[in-house]
Nanobody, 117 residues
């Protein structure tokens, strides 16, 4: 059974850090295009970061230099290290997996991140 389960969300103050994890089952994260998205209340879901099968990483301009995406093939997990958090980062964060860039086959249920000023 394919499943993505996010964890690591929480509440922090501006400038703080959080590390999100996404545990995958039923497939190998190293064989899929993996991504993080987020959705704030009242806003559309937006892309945050991706890691390709090749290992190439990309980031939205709003998080570049502050967030780092990585994967652990041994643990079959995707992570998102978030530093220098800002109130604008407050959202529910989702991981997603697809066989090609931008086309997702699987989504997690999300984990909430709240950044207070």
């Amino acid at each position: 059974q394919v499943q993505l389960v996010e964890s690591g969300g929480g509440s922090v103050q501006t400038g703080g850090s959080l590390r999100l994890s996404c545990a995958a089952s039923g497939f190998r994260v190293s064989n899929y295009f993996m991504a993080w998205h987020r959705q704030a209340v009242g806003k559309q879901r937006e892309w945050v970061s991706s890691i390709y099968i090749s290992g190439f990483r990309s980031y939205a301009d709003s998080v570049k230099g502050r967030f780092t995406v990585s994967r652990d093939s041994a643990k079959n997990t995707l992570t998102l290290q978030m530093n220098s958090l800002e109130p604008g980062d407050t959202a529910r964060y989702y991981c997603a997996a697809g066989l090609s860039s931008g086309e997702y086959n699987y989504w997690g249920q999300g984990t909430q991140v709240t950044v207070s000023s």
